[in-house]
């Protein structure tokens, strides 16, 4: 229920619920497919993570997961119903909360209300430059994460997103699969 009222609270807040529902109705759609066959225990608007001084952030949706070794693992979704990307990112608290929680990037989707005039390409983009501006903060929040992209260290993070690789190399994929359009 908690999700309900969340979603009636204001207008961006029912648009982005909607986008969540669509997730939830078509995981296929947005998710890995190594990943969305095995969906479970789905949870919605609830605390990623609550760190002292570092504020209390929300997900969207949550499944729990087996991996290879028979392990629980969450997939993180992020809905976002923005009419121009740069808006998005202005405070990557809640990145940050995610970044936390994850082993891969492969993990998390941040899954924008598509028909809005933003593509992916620009959210992509605008994440990078906030990422640019908080290199040091964002890559220690999780350095494994950035480590298994070859990332090694909070200059090279600045630097490949200072020169766009992030955004546009190959290398990077996994990175930007993260950022999914509703269709």
């Not at 969340?6 to 296929?28: D, N, S, Y």
């Not at 940050?96 to 992916?120: C, H, M, N, P, W």
Request: with cysteine; hydrophobic share 35%.
């Amino acid at each position: 229920m908690k999700f309900v009222d969340e979603m009636m609270q204001i207008e961006h807040k029912f648009k982005a619920g909607t986008t969540t529902l669509e997730v939830i109705r078509h995981p296929e759609k947005y998710i890995s497919a190594k990943y969305s066959k095995r969906l479970s225990d789905l949870e919605l608007e609830d605390l990623i993570s609550h760190v002292s001084g570092s504020g209390s952030f929300r997900f969207d949706a949550k499944w729990k997961i087996k991996n290879q070794d028979g392990e629980g693992i969450y997939i993180f979704v992020d809905t976002k119903n923005y009419s121009r990307a740069s808006n998005m990112f202005g405070d990557l608290g809640q990145f940050k909360a995610y970044l936390r929680e994850i082993d891969s990037f492969d993990q998390l989707y941040i899954i924008q209300q598509g028909g809005r005039g933003v593509t992916r390409k620009q959210i992509i983009a605008q994440l990078e430059r906030a990422i640019a501006k908080d290199a040091k903060r964002v890559y220690t929040t999780n350095r494994k994460v950035w480590n298994k992209l070859g990332i090694k260290s909070v200059d090279e993070l600045y630097e490949k997103c200072s020169t766009k690789k992030l955004s546009k190399s190959e290398q990077f994929q996994e990175f930007r699969n993260v950022v999914v359009i509703t269709k």
